[in-house]
């Protein structure tokens, strides 16, 4: 007003620059603005935090940097640099907001010829055992028809989805090999042969007071099996079935506390064996978990109860394993 009244000139020019300028300002600072407002808001509203779990527009990860301009993502392979302007414009999922614990979901396959009860009581007993489970909840598992099945399992949160799910994928091939179930279609397994059973029988004998004559009786009768490495061989307060003779790899067997932690007791290896309490039928007292991938020969208690009724020795010998297993897990307790 003072150019124009004091002093007469045209201001209408200047006027028209400075809009034109400020318009082209505004349009070329739009994105930038966006995002410095879009991070103000969620600084806010605080719908996440430093360490959560995003799944953002297929981007899922945890929140490991946040400022004015964007959300670092650490996706696992490297770092997603989220706007802040596209997750306030769009919808996300907080995982880590799912009262402390995180549902993980699979799907697998085994053949039309499995039965489907004794697939889903696999999934369940395999997901049962999983380190990762969240304490109190229970693995579901519904067969989808055909060759499918899906289970649905609780984690203590997103981060452990991924260990959960290769810890129960390394698991369940060892379980359905025991069990005789063809998982993705496959039931083969090279390592169960009567030529390695013999072995087996030939490498448990001396434990067992046989001589090369009787071992060919005893292979019909006994089966081999694996385990992963953290897989439960054998639980605690059981009645065992068989002995499982251990014929390579390690198995510890631990005691477990009033509050739920396992005390170690001793550990098992080559030569040893487990379930010793079948030919007394009492319960286990430890816990036996492989601690590396484990091979075992899997003797039944009515071949052990013959082969004891004609060797009195043998049986004072399992009765002496049970003794002092059972005095290392009352020392382990004490201490």
Request: aromatic share 6%; proline share 5%; glycine share 10%.
């Amino acid at each position: 007003m003072l150019f124009s009244v004091v002093w007469g000139t045209d201001v209408a020019g200047l006027f028209t620059a400075l809009g034109v300028t400020s318009i082209v300002l505004g349009l070329a600072l739009q994105g930038a603005i966006g995002s410095i407002v879009s991070g103000l808001l969620l600084l806010f509203e605080q719908p996440f935090r430093l360490g959560d779990w995003l799944d953002a527009g297929g981007v899922r990860g945890r929140v490991v940097q946040v400022n004015w301009r964007a959300v670092h993502i650490d996706t696992g392979n490297g770092i997603q640099i989220m706007p802040n302007a596209t997750l306030a414009g769009a919808s996300f999922t907080n995982l880590s907001r799912g009262g402390g614990s995180f549902t993980v979901t699979t799907t697998v396959s085994f053949t039309t010829d499995d039965p489907p009860a004794e697939v889903v009581a696999l999934l369940q007993r395999v997901a049962s055992a999983l380190p990762q489970l969240a304490e109190g909840s229970s693995p579901v598992a519904v067969p989808l028809g055909g060759t499918d099945y899906e289970l649905s399992f609780d984690t203590r949160g997103p981060a452990l989805e991924g260990a959960a799910l290769a810890t129960f994928r390394g698991w369940l091939w060892y379980a359905a090999r025991r069990a005789g179930l063809a998982l993705d279609g496959d039931a083969t397994d090279d390592f169960v042969t009567p030529e390695r059973t013999e072995q087996a029988v030939l490498a448990i004998a001396p434990t067992l007071n046989l001589s090369a004559e009787d071992t060919p009786a005893l292979v019909p009768l006994v089966r081999l099996e694996r385990y992963a490495a953290g897989e439960v061989v054998l639980p605690a307060g059981v009645v065992p079935e068989a002995v499982r003779f251990v014929l390579h790899g390690a198995v510890s067997l631990g005691a477990t506390l009033p509050d739920g932690a396992v005390v170690p007791v001793t550990r098992v290896e080559a030569g040893d064996y487990v379930g010793q309490t079948a030919l007394t039928r009492e319960v286990t007292s430890t816990n036996a978990v492989a601690l590396t991938e484990v091979a075992v020969a899997v003797v039944p208690t009515s071949t052990l109860d013959d082969l004891v009724r004609v060797r009195p020795r043998l049986a004072r010998e399992f009765g002496d394993v049970i003794e002092r297993r059972r005095d290392q897990a009352r020392a382990a307790l004490a201490g």
